[in-house]
Nanobody, 128 residues
């Protein structure tokens, strides 16, 4: 199982970015997949997760209405569309996955302790 995140960059506040996570070695049918982020000096947090166990979707409160997670099963890729970006969204963003046995919330909770496979992060910097 491999995950490769891309799409980060530098953007002004109010701008948009789309992150991509290309997966190999598994299909989304049996897995939960999610986006996490870690800002300097802070713990890693779950941003958005999807679980194939029940089709549930989770967003952390601070990104609701601004971020949208989607998947393209044909490309085995998930996306995180980030709109109305704020300086506090600045972080390294990671995608992660695990076999789906529970709702999306459980995979996004905490620092990602319920995720097993991790990709390298991509830096997102939002300037004020």
């Amino acid at each position: 199982v491999q995950l490769q995140a891309s799409g980060g960059g530098l953007v002004q506040a109010g701008g948009s970015l789309r992150l991509s996570c290309a997966a190999s070695g598994f299909t989304f049918d049996d897995y939960a997949i999610g986006w996490f982020r870690q800002a300097p000096g802070k713990e890693r947090e779950g941003v958005s997760c999807i679980s194939s166990a029940d089709g549930s979707r989770y967003y952390t409160d601070s990104v609701k209405g601004r971020f949208t997670m989607s998947s393209d099963n044909a490309k085995n890729t998930v996306y995180l569309q980030m709109n109305s970006l704020k300086p506090e969204d600045t972080a390294v963003y990671y995608c992660a996955a695990n076999r789906a046995r529970a709702r999306a919330y459980s995979y996004c909770s905490g620092y990602g302790q319920n995720m097993y496979y991790w990709g390298k992060g991509t830096q997102v910097t939002v300037s004020s």
